[in-house]
T-cell receptor, first 117, second 114 residues
Framework: NAGVMQNPRHLVRRRGQEARLRCSPM?????VYWYRQLPEEGLKFMVY????????ESGMPKERFSAEFPKEGPSILRIQQVVRGDSAAYFC???????????????FGSGTQLSVL | AQSVTQLGSHVSVSEGALVLLRCNYS??????LFWYVQYPNQGLQLLLK??????LVKGINGFEAEFKKSETSFHLTKPSAHMSDAAEYFC????????????FGSGTRLSIRP
């Protein structure tokens, strides 16, 4: 059973370009979370999605960032008109069911390292 | 709002020594608490979690953590450090609600001296 798959592993963009980060959750998981990790700052929650729905996007910047998790295919985190401050590691996690309960657990991908030149 | 505070961004211990990584939480409801470990260039892996059952929680690789409500703490310990324990450790909290999310601390980097 493959784990959470993120691609690309490394992504280099110039300022003003668009970045698309992909996340395929574990088989059978319909809940996806995106986190951003900056050096010395730990992980910051960005967005929580279920299939075709955004449940909580309280951690997403109001502009340039968007996320989707379509009925078919991977979850996509999209960053438009990237700036140097967007450089970070972006991690995706999935879970088999809704948060809460004794079985709550996140399975993480290996992340996408975004570098903005 | 929930939060966790990890005291010490970097901890260094000798091989064979006790490992103690500190975490204090803030939550208006009984929390679920977690410790995750991140090895270089990898995603996070769950070490252990507290979900209101036993206050002393045992995890993988010999780690354990004790939930102390009076101190709002959930410190991570291991009696004897191994070189392979060198990694970044994250404490996390959620309120267990149907639309909750897991909030992570800023992390503690653990180094092991030979």
């Amino acid at each position: 059973n493959a784990g959470v798959m993120q691609n690309p592993r490394h992504l280099v963009r110039r300022r003003g370009q668009e970045a698309r980060l992909r996340c395929s959750p574990m088989k059978g998981h319909s809940h996806v979370y995106w986190y951003r990790q900056l050096p010395e700052e730990g992980l910051k929650f960005m967005v929580y999605l279920q299939k075709e729905n955004i449940i909580d996007e309280s951690g997403m910047p109001k502009e340039r960032f968007s996320a989707e998790f379509p009925k078919e295919g991977p979850s996509i985190l999209r960053i438009q008109q990237v700036v140097r401050g967007d450089s970070a590691a972006y991690f995706c996690a999935s879970s088999p069911g809704p948060p809460g309960g004794a079985n709550e657990k996140l399975f993480f991908g290996s992340g996408t390292q975004l570098s903005v030149l | 709002a929930q939060s966790v505070t990890q005291l010490g961004s970097h901890v260094s211990v000798s091989e064979g020594a006790l490992v103690l990584l500190r975490c204090n939480y803030s939550s208006s409801v009984p929390p679920y608490l977690f410790w995750y470990v991140q090895y270089p260039n990898q995603g996070l892996q769950l070490l252990l979690k507290y979900t209101s059952a036993a206050t002393l929680v045992k995890g993988i690789n010999g780690f354990e953590a004790e939930f102390k409500k009076s101190e709002t703490s959930f410190h991570l310990t291991k009696p004897s450090a191994h070189m392979s324990d060198a990694a970044e450790y994250f404490c996390a909290v959620s309120d267990g609600g149907s639309a909750s999310k897991i909030i992570f601390g800023s992390g503690t980097r653990l180094s092991i001296r030979p």
